[in-house]
């Protein structure tokens, strides 16, 4: 038998059910701030660790650096090359 005050109710619990999944949903949409605080005190940990532990890493970093910083100094100190000879027409 149908009665109006049953399918008010069905529509009510239906939209309840429905509100309730919805805002669910929205509150778990992303990471917060605190997951990625600590992403990145994890991260700082293991690279920390690693630095320490191995001594060799900036030793590395700061070799290439160097390197790097006496090719660029020493870029200009080559001699210019004389130029070819000009085609006469």
């Known amino acids: 038998m149908f009665t109006p005050l049953a399918s008010?109710?069905?529509?009510v619990a239906g939209a309840i059910a429905k509100r309730r999944s919805l805002s669910t949903r929205a509150k778990d949409l992303g990471a917060s701030f605190v997951e990625y605080g600590a992403l990145i005190l994890l991260i700082a940990a293991i690279a920390g660790l690693v630095i320490t532990q191995t001594g060799g890493i900036p030793k590395a970093v700061?070799?290439?650096i160097e390197d790097a910083i006496t090719e660029v100094s020493n870029a200009g100190d080559e001699e210019a090359p004389e130029p070819?000879?000009?085609p006469t027409a």
């Open 84 to 86: 070819s000879a000009s």
């Open 62 to 64: 700061k070799n290439i």
């Open 8 to 11: 008010l109710r069905e529509k």
